[in-house]
Nanobody
Framework: QVQLVESGGGLVQPGGSLRLSCAGS????????MGWYRQAPGKQRELVAT???????NYDDSVKGRFTISRDNAKNTAYLQMNSLKPEDTAVYYC??????????????WGQGTQVTVSS
């Protein structure tokens, strides 16, 4: 069974930093596009950043210059380095990815989410 598991969330003061990780486990041949999303209370889930297998990245305007998405294909893991955090970054952060299980099967998987709270 394929799983994506996020870690690294927590409570941080405004201006602080956190690094989130998203690790794939199970029967995984490779992972194509991966992305980070977030959902604040009472709001819809929104895209934060995406990264292709070859490393091309895309960011929402609200995080450009502050967040950096990266990945380690050998470890089937994506990262989100978050700097200069603001209270409005508070949300549950989710990762997803297009997982290639074998030559005949691929699926989009989501992690369970990790809470990020930015508050003094």
């Amino acid at each position: 069974q394929v799983q994506l598991v996020e870690s690294g969330g927590g409570l941080v003061q405004p201006g602080g930093s956190l690094r989130l990780s998203c690790a794939g486990s199970g029967t995984i041949l490779s992972i194509n596009d991966m992305g980070w999303y977030r959902q604040a209370p009472g709001k819809q889930r929104e895209l934060v950043a995406t990264i292709t297998k070859l490393g091309s990245t895309n960011y929402d305007d609200s995080v450009k210059g502050r967040f950096t998405i990266s990945r380690d294909n050998a470890k089937n893991t994506a990262y989100l380095q978050m700097n200069s955090l603001k209270p409005e970054d508070t949300a549950v952060y989710y990762c997803n990815g297009e997982v290639v299980e074998n030559n005949y099967s691929r699926l989009w998987a989501w992690g369970q989410g990790t809470q990020v709270t930015v508050s003094s």
